[in-house]
Every structure is written in structure tokens, then in C-alpha cells.
């Protein structure tokens, strides 16, 4: 029984400590941040494609004109997209989309962030994000 608790107690340690890294990255003078400007229906890249590096979103705030869908997307050099999340439906009553990920989201190694959007809807805000290189 003691094994079997010992055990689980390790395992919640080392889930506690990758979660506090993820989120100390997400703190100065580890971040970046980039404006975020997007109007036209379909992607539209947000933080370029890194070769050899991960980028993984802290925080992603942006505020649009009219309802839309929103889908967050991780984009290959080559242009093809792969979806990170599913579709935000932002309507009338609520056209802010903010997400706090603490890292937790992630490009895939040489790809970029990119925005798709289900029309073509005028937005803007800021994203904040940190490299590594797995």
C-alpha cells in the first residue's frame, strides 16, 4: 500500500513541476508578443513558421467586428494547416475571443501559428508566446 502511494505522490510532483515550467516560460523575459491583425476569411498566419523551434502560446486575446468562427491552427512551411482547436463560434453577444494557455499549446516543431476565420471578419488583439525546441 505504502509503494502504491509513494508512487502516486511522485507522479502528482512531476504533473506539478511540468506545469509550473510550462507557465514560468510564459512569464518575462521568456515571451514574445505579436500584434494580431486578421480580416479575411481562411488562415491567416500570426507567428511565422520558426525552423527547429516550437512555438507555444501563453495567451491569445483578440476582439472582432462581428460574429465568426474562429479556429486556432499550427501551419507547416509549406502552407498546409492542422487544426490546434475546434471552431470558437463568437456571436453578437460575446465577439472576444481570449485565451490563457500557459503554453500548453503548441505549433509543432518549424511550423508557425496561423487564424482561421469562417468569414471574412475584421479583428485585432495581441498574442503572447515563448520557443523551445522540442
Known amino acids: 500500500?505504502?509503494?502504491?502511494?509513494?508512487?502516486?505522490?511522485?507522479?502528482?510532483?512531476?504533473?506539478?513541476?511540468?506545469?509550473?515550467?510550462?507557465?514560468?516560460?510564459?512569464?518575462?523575459?521568456?515571451?514574445?508578443?505579436?500584434?494580431?491583425?486578421?480580416?479575411?476569411?481562411?488562415?491567416?498566419?500570426?507567428?511565422?513558421?520558426?525552423?527547429?523551434?516550437?512555438?507555444h502560446i501563453c495567451v491569445l486575446s483578440i476582439s472582432f467586428a462581428s460574429a465568426v468562427g474562429v479556429t486556432l491552427q499550427s501551419t507547416t512551411p509549406g502552407g498546409s494547416n492542422t487544426n490546434l482547436s475546434g471552431q470558437f463560434q463568437l456571436t453578437s453577444g460575446n465577439l472576444s475571443l481570449n485565451l490563457k494557455l500557459d503554453g500548453a499549446t503548441a505549433s509543432g516543431v518549424g511550423n508557425g501559428i496561423s487564424l482561421?476565420?469562417?468569414?471574412?471578419?475584421?479583428?485585432?488583439?495581441?498574442?503572447?508566446?515563448?520557443?523551445?525546441?522540442?
Open 1 to 55: 500500500m505504502t509503494y502504491t502511494i509513494r508512487h502516486l505522490l511522485f507522479a502528482l510532483a512531476l504533473l506539478s513541476v511540468c506545469t509550473m515550467t510550462a507557465k514560468a516560460q510564459c512569464s518575462a523575459p521568456n515571451i514574445g508578443s505579436a500584434p494580431v491583425s486578421v480580416s479575411a476569411s481562411g488562415s491567416t498566419i500570426i507567428i511565422p513558421v520558426t525552423a527547429g523551434r516550437n512555438v
Open 116 to 134: 482561421s476565420l469562417s468569414g471574412a471578419v475584421s479583428g485585432g488583439g495581441i498574442v503572447t508566446y515563448y520557443f523551445s525546441t522540442n
